[in-house]
Nanobody, 114 residues
Framework: QAQVAESGGRLVPPGGSLRLSCVASTSIFKYATMAWFRQGPGKQRELVADISSGGFTTYVDSVKGRFTVSRDNSKSTLYLQMNDLKPEDTAVYYC????????WGQGTQVTVSS
């Protein structure tokens, strides 16, 4: 089964920026629609952004205009550029297909706090 590994999370102040990465272990990555999910403290995991194999993107309203999802199929890597971060963006961030069909990675912790 395809596996993923997320990285790039850390503590940032409000208004800061981060870029998260997700490397997939499978060559079928280039054919897959991929998504970023997050799970905040005491909250359910939610899908925040996805990108088709051809680069079409969608975002949840709370991150529109601040987050940008992209991909490099030659590296089987998914990215999430996060700007103007807010405390409510604090969460563990994960990548997977939108239908959650791949094995979950460990995620990467993003903490937005002054």
């Amino acid at each position: 089964q395809a596996q993923v590994a997320e990285s790039g999370g850390r503590l940032v102040p409000p208004g800061g920026s981060l870029r998260l990465s997700c490397v997939a272990s499978t060559s079928i990555f280039k054919y897959a629609t991929m998504a970023w999910f997050r799970q905040g403290p005491g909250k359910q995991r939610e899908l925040v952004a996805d990108i088709s194999s051809g680069g079409f993107t969608t975002y949840v309203d709370s991150v529109k205009g601040r987050f940008t999802v992209s991909r490099d199929n030659s590296k089987s890597t998914l990215y999430l550029q996060m700007n103007d971060l807010k405390p409510e963006d604090t969460a563990v961030y994960y990548c997977n297909t939108p239908l959650e069909s791949w094995e979950w990675g460990q995620g990467t912790q993003v903490t937005v706090s002054s």
